[in-house]
């Protein structure tokens, strides 16, 4: 069995007056591709902000091993996790480098960020011709490519993605979601993937976890999960 | 600074007022000249902060320059009685009226301006208007910059039941009796419609504006309202001072008002007048220690009550009063 | 002619101060959506901590150094300890506050250094520069410090990893921290700017209107003005701002209405703008979505 990069137990997070989350309990396997499947409102993006200590949390989260549910979130992304939030999150009046250049904010090795920037123009070719463009003239497939490169420049161990087929022409989530599979296999990263497009999550993620209203309710192989007639209905259409 | 419990604001506490006003009644005959002054003074600030908490407490629009309308205020009494002869009571309603206008008539553009924005701008109002005081195409009514000086009104009896009354001690009367009708009306303001509504506006207001609330109308109102009560105090203030001069209205003033809101408390009538005691007295005591003292303990205690207290003293008496039972007022 | 001329070289002059000044109120109203309304207070304050040097007998350069590290520690402590407790309370409590914070600053200079007007000196000669009769020494000085200080930090936040982080930070925080900012002392370094910059304004003004508590009201609104009619979310438009307001206050005041009514000038023109263009120039229109 391989080692677990990431352990969360009895996870409860909400906002204000409203627990969205009641008692998560999950494992990311170190070098894998998890997705996180569930209906609106399930509490997939919560689960990555309670991750990230974007919100409230209570419960326990290992991360290699380290607890980190007390950590701050800037303090959690220099132990290399990344997120690519919701809507985004790009920095609209800044240049798509400037953007790229935060990504590395916290990296002291120069050459090596250097080197990375040019790995990231070389996976995403469009970017490299909008460098000095802003960010929030993109396109919104160039924007999410420019939030996954953003995340990849700090060189994480886990990559943390919120529906990024969201709103974007299927060309466009096939190219990013082969990317993902190039960054997980050549660059070893670790993903945990929350998408609504079931179909193609199953076939990029070789675990699934499935979520409804705070709860999981299934886990296991995407293989698994694929075959499983509940799964099938709601979620495959099939 | 929210809201607060209307239901706690519909009831008079009868007994509470009664003995107040024996108490104010009684008050001037027991005390020196000096102090009857002082305590008219804290009467006409007790107006001009029911003023300040209609417009900030109850519509929720900032003003950091309500010093501006007391100016307005004191100028039309003194220039009405020194250059028109106008006797003293009569100038009262007639700044009252001229306020409302003019703070009804400001109030209009403000409404496009939310917190920030138009405490920016009443604050510039602040800071220009002593040099627009002292402009010399103005002097021929204002006075430049040595102001105007009023004759200090008589009392027009010898006594009142065997009691002396002299003009400190009538103009106390008068200040009172001015005080009272003053809070009668913001009493009923704020229980009626109008305070609904401005709470309404305040607190949620699309919902407001959705429900047929005539959102800009009531918004200029209450700075309209607002305004003529700082300038009813205006206009006493100058009566009992016998003086109007430019650099009694310099932003200070207005801050002096912030104060007395905050410390006395925002959504209530007797909040005027904790505070007005408060901003009275304390300069007296403070002032032996140096000049700047009173200031540094307004800075320290606004700051200071934004963290602990920001409903004022009187909001606590309330909180604590519900937690006893005894306040409802 | 010459006096024209000159109206507008004094206009530049007093023009560098606005802008400066009003640079630090968007760099505070970017981060954080307040005016700092003790901005004034805080400048006069730097500018006393300049005069206490020099009076004891400090090089003129070495206290302006010393007073820009004085400040910007001030404006650090005063982010981290007065206004993080309230950052996220209603706005009129932030307002509040800021009186506060103007109100104490104003007293305990008034305090310290009592209220009698002192004179600051200028690090200018006297005699005009280069025989030139339009300028003095004083105002050209200024001008190339103000040039000087924008300079340096639009090249700080253009080029630099920090500048970047933090107008980063200012533009949206939430993205910041994923990217392992720290929002919070983002904040606090944007104040110990502001404040030093601020320093400096004050400390190039003095010498013109003299040294006492309450010498930045005005210019206080002056630079509301400036920061108003460029947008208060622009830094590049606060600096126009800047240089507009002064030239029109120097120009309206020597043809049009006298100085005696210049503070109604800036009134009046902060009322126009926000009635009519409440973005400025070149600031962006907030829209409220319902």
């Known amino acids: 069995m391989s080692r677990m990069l990431l352990e969360v137990k009895d996870l409860f997070a909400g906002y204000a007056a409203t627990e969205v989350l009641h008692g998560l309990s999950m494992k990311i396997e170190e070098g894998s591709i998890t997705t996180l499947l569930g209906a609106n409102g399930a509490g997939k993006t919560t689960t990555l902000r309670a991750l990230c200590k974007m919100i409230k949390v209570r419960g326990q989260i290992l991360f290699d091993g380290q607890a980190i549910e007390g950590k701050a979130t800037e303090d959690i992304v220099r132990l290399g996790v990344a997120h690519v939030p919701d809507g985004r999150g790009t920095f609209g009046s800044l240049s798509t480098e400037e953007n790229l250049q935060l990504g590395s904010y916290t990296r002291k090795d120069k050459h090596e960020v250097a080197l990375d920037q040019e790995k990231m123009y070389s996976y995403f070719p469009r970017l490299k011709e909008r460098r000095n463009q802003q960010a929030g003239t993109l396109s919104g497939g160039e924007q999410q490519m420019l939030a996954i490169a953003r995340a990849l420049m700090l060189r994480p161990r886990l990559l943390l993605l919120d529906e990024p087929s969201f709103g974007l022409a299927p060309l466009i989530v096939r190219e990013i979601f082969d990317i993902m599979q190039t960054i997980n296999q050549n660059d070893k990263v670790t993903i945990l993937l929350v998408e609504q497009n079931a179909a193609m999550a199953l076939d990029l993620a070789k675990y699934a976890y499935l979520l409804e209203t705070g709860k999981l309710v299934l886990s296991g192989l995407s293989e698994d999960l694929k075959q499983d007639q509940a799964v099938r209905r709601s979620y495959l259409g099939h | ?329 | ?290």
């Not at chain 2, 009173?294 to 604590?320: D, N, S």
């Not at chain 3, 004034?40 to 005069?51: D, N, P």
């Not at chain 3, 947008?231 to 206050?249: H, N, T, Y």
Request: hydrophobic share 60%; proline share 4%; with cysteine.
């Open chain 2, 1 to 329: 600074m929210s809201s607060h419990l209307l239901s706690s604001e519909n009831s008079l506490p009868w007994i509470r007022i009664v003995l107040g006003l024996i108490v104010a009644c009684i008050l001037p005959f027991f005390i020196s000249n000096y102090h009857v002054f002082q305590a008219s003074m804290v009467l006409s600030y007790a107006i001009a902060l029911v003023g300040m908490n209609i417009l900030i407490g109850y519509s929720g629009q900032i003003s950091l320059g309500h010093g501006a309308f007391m100016a307005i205020g004191a100028y039309t009494s003194a220039i009405l009685m020194d250059k028109l002869n106008i006797p003293y009571w009569m100038t009262i309603p007639i700044a009252a009226f001229i306020c409302l206008v003019v703070g009804f008539l400001f109030g209009l553009p403000a409404l496009r301006l939310e917190g920030h924005y138009l405490a920016l701008a009443t604050f510039a109002l602040a800071v220009a208007l002593p040099q627009l005081l002292k402009f010399k195409y103005l002097e021929f009514l204002t006075g430049g910059v040595q102001g105007i000086v009023i004759m200090k009104p008589e009392s027009p009896w010898e006594s009142l039941f065997g009691l002396r009354l002299n003009s400190d001690r009538w103009l106390y009367f008068f200040t009172l009796a001015i005080t009272l009708v003053m809070f009668v009306i913001g009493w009923n303001l704020i229980r009626g419609r109008v305070g609904r509504a401005l709470i309404a506006i305040r607190d949620q207001p699309i919902a407001a504006a959705s429900m047929g609330i005539n959102t800009p109308m009531y918004k200029s109102l209450a700075f309209g309202v607002s305004a003529m009560f700082t300038g009813v105090a205006g206009a006493l203030s100058a009566i009992l001072v016998a003086f109007v001069a430019p650099d009694s209205f310099t932003v200070f003033l207005s801050i002096t008002l912030l104060v007395g809101m905050v410390i006395g408390g925002v959504s209530a009538l007797t909040g005027a007048l904790y505070g007005a005691i408060f901003i009275q007295f304390i300069p007296n005591i403070a002032d032996q220690i140096s000049k700047a003292a009173p200031w540094a303990i307004y800075g320290t205690l606004l700051i200071l009550f934004m963290y602990i207290m920001p409903t004022g003293i009187a909001g606590a008496i309330r909180l604590l009063g519900e937690k006893l039972r005894i306040s409802r007022f």
């Open chain 3, 1 to 290: 002619m010459e006096t024209f001329i000159h109206q507008v070289v004094a206009g530049i002059a007093t023009g560098g101060v606005y802008a400066s000044l009003a640079l630090a109120l968007v760099m505070i109203y970017q981060s954080t959506h307040h005016i700092n309304f003790a901005q004034g207070e805080i400048a006069m304050f730097a500018t006393y901590m300049a005069w206490t040097l020099i009076n004891a007998g400090v090089a003129y350069w070495l206290a302006f150094i010393c007073t820009l590290l004085l400040s910007f520690s001030l404006g650090v402590l005063i982010q981290r300890i007065i206004i993080r407790p309230v950052e996220n309370a209603p706005v009129l409590n932030i307002v509040v506050v800021f009186i506060g914070l103007l109100v104490i600053l104003n007293s305990i200079a008034g305090w310290i250094f009592t209220y009698t007007i002192k004179a600051f000196p200028s690090p200018f000669p006297k005699e005009p520069p280069f025989g030139l009769y339009f300028i003095s020494s004083h105002e050209l000085g200024s001008i190339c410090v103000t040039m000087v200080l924008l300079l340096l930090l639009y090249s700080f936040f253009k080029f630099t990893p920090l500048g970047l982080a933090m107008r980063a930070a200012a533009q949206n925080p939430d993205s910041s921290r994923l990217v392992g900012i720290r929002v919070g002392w983002m904040l606090a370094l944007g104040w110990g700017l502001a404040a030093a910059i601020g320093s400096v304004a004050g400390m190039m003004i003095a010498p013109v209107v003299f040294l006492e508590p309450n010498m930045m009201s005005g210019i206080l609104l002056y630079a509301f003005a400036a920061a108003l009619v460029g947008g208060i979310d622009s830094p590049g438009g606060a600096v126009l701002g800047g240089f507009i307001v002064g030239i029109l206050e120097n120009i309206l005041g020597a043809y049009v209405i006298g100085t005696e009514l210049k503070l109604s000038v800036a009134l009046v023109l902060i009322i126009v703008v926000l009635t009519i263009k409440p973005a400025g120039l070149f600031g962006k229109v907030i829209v409220s979505r319902v």
